[in-house]
């Protein structure tokens, strides 16, 4: 089992900032993949980014050049600079962790860390 707790989350102006943080406990480590959802009301959840393994990232297009994921496998910890935010932004964003144990996948989330850019 994996424990996810994001913190990080606020209310922004649109342009503004945000680091997001999500500490991971339990059976995790460097091998495992962690990253970001998000979910806006109304709207699926959707992929923001994830760092697959410690080396390979993915991005939504939508976050590519804006927001930045990054790993601290010494402290369990994965982060999401969120940058030049915009209302659209606006969403409830999740922590994800998946693990492969003999070959199936197992996937974890948090509670999620309320996100709202406006003016």
């Known amino acids: 089992q994996v424990q996810l707790v994001e913190s990080g989350g606020g209310l922004v102006q649109p342009g503004g900032s945000l680091r997001l943080s999500c500490v991971a406990s339990?059976?995790?480590?460097?091998?495992?993949?962690l990253g970001w959802y998000r979910q806006a009301p109304g709207k699926q959840r959707e992929l923001v980014a994830v760092?697959?393994?410690?080396?390979?990232?993915d991005y939504a297009d939508s976050a590519k050049r804006r927001f930045t994921i990054s790993r601290d496998n010494a402290k369990n910890t994965v982060y999401l600079e969120l940058s030049s935010l915009l209302p659209e932004d606006t969403a409830l964003y999740y922590c994800?962790?998946?693990?492969?144990?003999?070959?199936?996948?197992?996937?974890?989330w948090g509670q999620g860390t309320q996100v709202t850019v406006s003016s």
């Open positions: 994800y962790a998946r693990k492969i144990v003999t070959m199936t996948p197992h996937e974890f």
């Open positions: 339990g059976d995790i480590n460097e091998n495992d993949a």
């Open positions: 760092d697959q393994d410690g080396g390979r990232t």
